[in-house]
């Protein structure tokens, strides 16, 4: 059986918030990773891929985002308007290769994002578990737990919609866009959970990881009846 790896994508909309306000997000995004996921500490590397260990409270956060520098155009002109981008590994189990969490805050422009790529040996229990903690963390307005074989799939299909258009097997929707789901259309199935997170709800196809063709099953079976819109069967 082909190996596979997973991913939690948690998106917000454009906000020129404080820097204590993204902050205190993503410190507890990477808190919530350590006690769900299996995370056991979190680095940064230099250009001359030297690791710099990343504390995850508060304070360390801030003062972490602070001194990155926000993103710059070809000509090295800052734009602290597009926000900060950073990537951190996260090691486990000693000192493995764990997961990367990519972050874009601060963006008044477009989306703001924190993803977190789990390698394949950690498996698709540890973003199943800490999904509910990281969203409560970040607050996001749509977020996902994602198998890449999966998202790969339904590239190469040619007709899928867009990402946040989708069913994956852990999906989040926030105040505005719960509303889309219906509950009742789901109702007595054992394959689907439908239930309140956070400020919104989530819809989960599965509790437990089967095969990324028993989910890519279910999402043309449910993307229509919970979304409204059909899925092409293949």
Not at 78 to 88: A, F, N, Q, R
Not at 101 to 116: F, P, T, W
Request: net charge negative; with cysteine.
């Amino acid at each position: 059986m082909a190996r596979n790896s997973f991913e939690i994508v948690m998106w917000r909309a454009p906000q020129a918030a404080a820097d204590t306000a993204w902050a205190q997000r993503v410190a507890g995004v990477l808190g919530a990773l350590e006690a769900h996921a299996g995370v056991e500490r979190f680095v940064r590397y230099d250009e001359r891929r030297v690791a710099h260990e990343v504390a995850t409270d508060e304070e360390a956060v801030l003062a972490f985002l602070r001194s990155h520098p926000t993103s710059r155009d070809d000509a090295g002109v800052p734009h602290p308007e597009v926000g900060i981008e950073t990537t951190l590994i996260g090691l486990g189990d000693g000192e493995s290769l764990w997961c990367q969490a990519e972050i874009h805050v601060g963006d008044e422009r477009s989306k703001n994002n924190l993803s977190v790529d789990f390698y394949e040996h950690v498996g698709p229990q540890a973003p199943f578990e800490a999904f509910p903690a990281c969203v409560s963390a970040f607050s996001p307005m749509w977020a996902s737990v994602t198998s890449l074989c999966n998202r790969r799939q339904r590239r190469d299909e040619g007709d899928a919609p867009p990402i946040s258009a989708q069913l994956h097997w852990r999906t989040y929707l926030g105040p505005g866009r719960a509303g889309e789901i219906d509950p009742a259309a789901v109702a007595g199935r054992e394959d689907v959970l439908v239930r309140p997170l956070h400020k919104g709800v989530e819809v989960i196809l599965g509790e437990r990881w089967e095969s990324d063709e028993v989910l890519r099953q279910r999402q043309r079976e449910l993307e229509p009846l919970l979304l409204g819109e059909r899925t092409p069967a293949r």
